[in-house]
T-cell receptor
């Protein structure tokens, strides 16, 4: 039972480069989300999706794009990386029933030089 | 609108002594409340949750939390700290209006356990 799988675990980029952080879940959850975690700032929501084909902005969406072509996958794209995007990124999948529990991936540690 | 405040950014206890991590919330609706734990360089794990059933909620690893509506609090406690409890703890609130599943996260409390 894989749960939520994030790749890569670590990444170093140069300013201006683009990349995609992958996230996949095998629990058939409709709701998925991306967070970034920075020291002293808790988790901040970047984008979320309530189902395939539906995405919406969270608290800090600028500089990031998402798409949700399937229920399983929710990739996060950085089109032109900036040093301010150095962070740890977490993908989460939510059990939308009565439990309403978020399951997190192991995280991607991104450094932008 | 919902919000959550973790009253201590750092807590330090000795092994074997009680743990208290404080969380206050604000919500226009009857909220769902969660505590998550994050060990160093690890992902996030659910400790426990409150969703309007019993006000005293028991979670994993001996932790529990009590929902007090009159005080708008959801403090996390454990009778006796272990070294393995050293981690970052997050209090999270979610309202129940409509289908909004955006969770509001506290800034975290770092728990240190001294031998």
């Amino acid at each position: 039972n894989a749960g939520v799988t994030q790749t890569p675990k670590f990444q170093v980029l140069k300013t201006g480069q683009s990349m995609t952080l992958q996230c996949a879940q095998d629990m058939n959850h409709e709701y998925m989300s991306w967070y970034r975690q920075d020291p002293g700032m808790g988790l901040r929501l970047i984008h979320y999706s309530v189902g395939a084909g539906i995405t919406d902005q969270g608290e800090v969406p600028n500089g990031y794009n998402v798409s949700r072509s399937t229920t399983e996958d929710f990739p996060l794209r950085l089109l032109s990386a900036a040093p301010s995007q150095t962070s740890v990124y977490f993908c989460a999948s939510t059990d939308g029933g009565a439990k309403n529990i978020q399951y997190f991936g192991a995280g991607t540690r991104l450094s932008v030089l | 609108a919902q919000s959550v405040t973790q009253l201590d950014s750092h807590v330090s206890v000795s092994e074997g002594t009680p743990v208290l991590l404080r969380c206050n919330y604000s919500s226009s609706y009857s909220p769902s409340l969660f505590w998550y734990v994050q060990h160093p360089n690890k992902g996030l794990q659910l400790l426990l949750k409150y969703t309007s059933a019993a006000t005293l909620v028991k979670g994993i690893n001996g932790f529990e939390a009590e929902f007090k509506k009159s005080e708008t609090s959801f403090h996390l406690t454990k009778p006796s700290a272990h070294m393995s409890d050293a981690a970052e703890y997050f209090c999270v609130v979610r309202g129940r209006a409509g289908n909004n599943r955006k969770l509001i996260w506290g800034l975290g409390t770092s728990l240190a356990v001294n031998p």
